[in-house]
Structure formats: structure tokens, C-alpha cells
């Protein structure tokens, strides 16, 4: 195996390396840090998995909605990143899970783009309360329902120097904005 191991650096950056906040003693290898990493994951989706059996299954709590996001992926050697996460709004940092359990919604795994501004919609919808005019954003309920297609439009991600559009499977990136674009 080829597999070369990261230096610790001594800053907090993962540039090229393990930034020295990250290091774990004695494991220096991607691979060691991928599996910890993977490990993380499948713990966090136990319990939510068990969250969720848990509404469904009380009956004070069944008509529950329950909605997990995330705010940003993980860098694991992308670009040559370790463990950053906000120095690009490309995929693998922008494309983060959205658990929705709902009354009337079907279980099942969706790939449609979605944003974040999406949820204050979704969530009013499914309570059955009105959705301001004002507000950015698709109520998704009804799109999980079949009732209606999610709209055809750029979903953003930025971090002030750089923003990405997102519609389908086409991303356009644009680095070095000023945040004073926005």
C-alpha cells in the first residue's frame, strides 16, 4: 500500500496535513483518520435512527415532525484539506444530509438540491401554518407528498470569498468575491 502518512501541523489549518487541534497520537495514516471519521458518522446515525423509532413509536409523540441538518461536511484530503471545512463551498463540503420525519410524509431517500432556506417553509407547512409571502425558500412537504416538483432554480452556498450555485447537476464557483457582493 502506497499510503503516505500526514504530517501534524503546527497550525490550525489542514492544509496538507493533520492540523495539530485534530492529531490523535500514534495515527498518522489518511485511512486511520477516514475510519474514525466513518465511525463518527454511523454512531451519530444509531442515534438518530433510534430518535426517530422513538417518536414513532409514542403515541404523545407521533405527530412529531423531526428535521437534522448540518451546516458543513468534512474535508478529508480533498483539494489537499484535512479536517477544514470552511475554505470551499464544493460539493463535499456543501452537500450535507436532511432527515425529515413528518406525519403523512412516505420514508424514503430523495437526491433533489435542497437549501437550508428550505426548512422554516417545510417546517411551517407541515404544521398546517400559513408560509409568508417574504419567505425564500419551497415548502418541501408537498414535494414529498408527489404533489408538486421542486422548483427549478440555483440553490447557494458561500463563505464570503467564494460562492457556489447549485441547480441539478450543473455548479458554477466563483472564488475571490468580496463579501461585500452580498
Known sequence: D????????????????IPSYQAIEGLSLPSDY?????A????ADFFIGQLVENVEHHEPLRDSIVLL??????????MNRWF???FSTMPQLAHVPLILRAPGLAPGIRDETVSHVDILPTLLEL?????????SGS???PVIRGEQEIPDRFVYSDIGKEVT???GDEVVRVTGVESAWF
Open 139 to 141: 415548502a418541501l412537504g
Open 127 to 135: 404544521a398546517g401554518l400559513p408560509i409568508p409571502a417574504a419567505t
Open 2 to 17: 502506497d499510503e503516505k502518512a500526514l504530517p501534524v501541523l503546527p497550525s490550525e489549518t489542514g492544509w496538507g496535513g
Open 34 to 38: 477516514e475510519s474514525l471519521y466513518a
Open 40 to 43: 463518527e458518522i454511523l454512531y
Open 84 to 86: 477544514e471545512h470552511d
Open 69 to 78: 441538518t448540518a451546516d458543513h461536511g468534512e474535508s478529508l484530503g480533498e
Open 165 to 167: 450555485a447549485y441547480r
